[in-house]
Protein backbone atom coordinates (compact mmCIF):
# COMPACT_ATOMS: atom_id res chain seq x y z
CA UNK A 1 0.00 0.00 0.00
CA UNK A 2 1.08 3.93 -0.62
CA UNK A 3 2.99 4.67 2.15
CA UNK A 4 4.41 8.51 2.85
CA UNK A 5 6.40 9.46 5.55
CA UNK A 6 7.33 13.03 6.47
CA UNK A 7 10.52 14.21 8.82
CA UNK A 8 12.53 16.85 9.24
CA UNK A 9 10.56 19.22 11.11
CA UNK A 10 10.55 21.35 14.11
CA UNK A 11 11.65 24.81 15.72
CA UNK A 12 13.59 27.66 13.63
CA UNK A 13 14.20 31.29 13.94
CA UNK A 14 12.77 33.57 11.37
CA UNK A 15 15.30 34.05 8.62
CA UNK A 16 16.10 30.00 9.19
CA UNK A 17 16.31 27.02 7.14
CA UNK A 18 14.99 23.57 7.29
CA UNK A 19 14.97 21.22 4.77
CA UNK A 20 11.80 18.48 4.88
CA UNK A 21 12.03 14.49 3.62
CA UNK A 22 8.98 12.45 2.37
CA UNK A 23 9.48 9.06 2.23
CA UNK A 24 7.50 7.07 -0.57
CA UNK A 25 6.53 3.33 -0.58
CA UNK A 26 4.29 1.22 -2.33
CA UNK A 27 3.92 2.69 -5.79
CA UNK A 28 6.22 3.42 -8.40
CA UNK A 29 7.74 6.73 -7.41
CA UNK A 30 9.59 8.01 -10.64
CA UNK A 31 6.23 7.61 -12.24
CA UNK A 32 4.32 9.95 -10.24
CA UNK A 33 4.49 13.61 -9.75
CA UNK A 34 4.86 14.71 -5.96
CA UNK A 35 3.29 17.05 -3.63
CA UNK A 36 4.41 19.44 -0.85
CA UNK A 37 0.89 21.08 1.51
CA UNK A 38 0.87 22.65 4.80
CA UNK A 39 -1.86 23.73 6.29
CA UNK A 40 -1.66 26.53 9.29
CA UNK A 41 -4.08 26.17 12.44
CA UNK A 42 -7.52 27.48 11.92
CA UNK A 43 -6.90 27.69 7.37
CA UNK A 44 -7.44 25.59 5.03
CA UNK A 45 -4.82 23.20 3.70
CA UNK A 46 -2.44 24.84 1.04
CA UNK A 47 -0.06 23.51 -2.14
CA UNK A 48 3.11 24.81 -1.64
CA UNK A 49 5.08 22.99 -4.28
CA UNK A 50 4.63 20.11 -6.81
CA UNK A 51 7.79 18.73 -9.04
CA UNK A 52 6.65 16.37 -12.34
CA UNK A 53 7.39 13.21 -12.11
CA UNK A 54 9.38 13.60 -15.41
CA UNK A 55 11.45 17.10 -16.63
CA UNK A 56 11.98 17.69 -13.11
CA UNK A 57 8.81 21.02 -13.91
CA UNK A 58 8.21 22.54 -10.76
CA UNK A 59 5.80 24.97 -9.55
CA UNK A 60 5.42 26.87 -6.02
CA UNK A 61 2.81 29.24 -4.15
CA UNK A 62 3.51 32.75 -4.83
CA UNK A 63 4.15 33.01 -0.80
CA UNK A 64 7.29 30.64 -1.03
CA UNK A 65 8.27 31.36 -4.52
CA UNK A 66 12.52 32.40 -4.23
CA UNK A 67 12.58 31.07 -0.67
CA UNK A 68 11.52 26.99 -1.18
CA UNK A 69 13.05 24.62 -3.43
CA UNK A 70 11.30 21.21 -4.24
CA UNK A 71 13.11 18.04 -5.38
CA UNK A 72 13.56 14.43 -5.85
CA UNK A 73 15.68 11.66 -5.85
CA UNK A 74 13.74 8.55 -7.14
CA UNK A 75 16.50 6.29 -6.53
CA UNK A 76 15.59 6.70 -2.58
CA UNK A 77 12.29 7.29 -3.35
CA UNK A 78 12.24 10.50 -1.59
CA UNK A 79 10.95 13.91 -2.23
CA UNK A 80 12.40 16.74 -0.49
CA UNK A 81 11.56 20.12 0.36
CA UNK A 82 14.11 22.59 0.98
CA UNK A 83 12.66 26.04 3.13
CA UNK A 84 14.98 29.15 3.30
CA UNK A 85 14.40 32.37 4.49
CA UNK A 86 11.59 30.81 6.62
CA UNK A 87 8.98 33.30 8.08
CA UNK A 88 6.12 33.14 10.89
CA UNK A 89 3.65 32.89 8.58
CA UNK A 90 5.01 29.63 7.00
CA UNK A 91 4.17 27.84 10.81
CA UNK A 92 1.90 24.89 9.86
CA UNK A 93 2.16 21.04 9.78
CA UNK A 94 3.55 20.24 6.27
CA UNK A 95 2.36 17.08 3.80
CA UNK A 96 3.40 14.88 1.40
CA UNK A 97 1.13 13.86 -0.97
CA UNK A 98 0.90 11.83 -4.02
CA UNK A 99 -2.35 10.99 -6.48
CA UNK A 100 -2.47 7.52 -7.72
CA UNK A 101 -5.15 5.81 -9.88
CA UNK A 102 -7.50 9.05 -8.58
CA UNK A 103 -6.83 8.48 -4.34
CA UNK A 104 -4.90 11.13 -2.83
CA UNK A 105 -2.41 10.10 -0.30
CA UNK A 106 -1.04 12.10 2.87
CA UNK A 107 1.59 11.30 4.91
CA UNK A 108 1.27 11.86 8.74
CA UNK A 109 2.82 15.15 8.45
CA UNK A 110 5.77 17.36 9.77
CA UNK A 111 5.04 20.36 12.25
CA UNK A 112 7.67 23.47 11.34
CA UNK A 113 7.24 26.20 14.00
CA UNK A 114 9.21 29.71 13.22
CA UNK A 115 9.41 31.80 16.10
CA UNK A 116 11.93 33.64 18.11
Known amino acids: QVQLVESGGGLVQPGGSLRLSCAASGFTFSGYAMRWYRQAPGKERELVAAMSSVGGITNYADSVKGRFTISRDNAKTTVYLQMNSLKPEDTAVYYC?????????WGQGTQVTVSS
Open 97 to 105: NVVSFGNNY
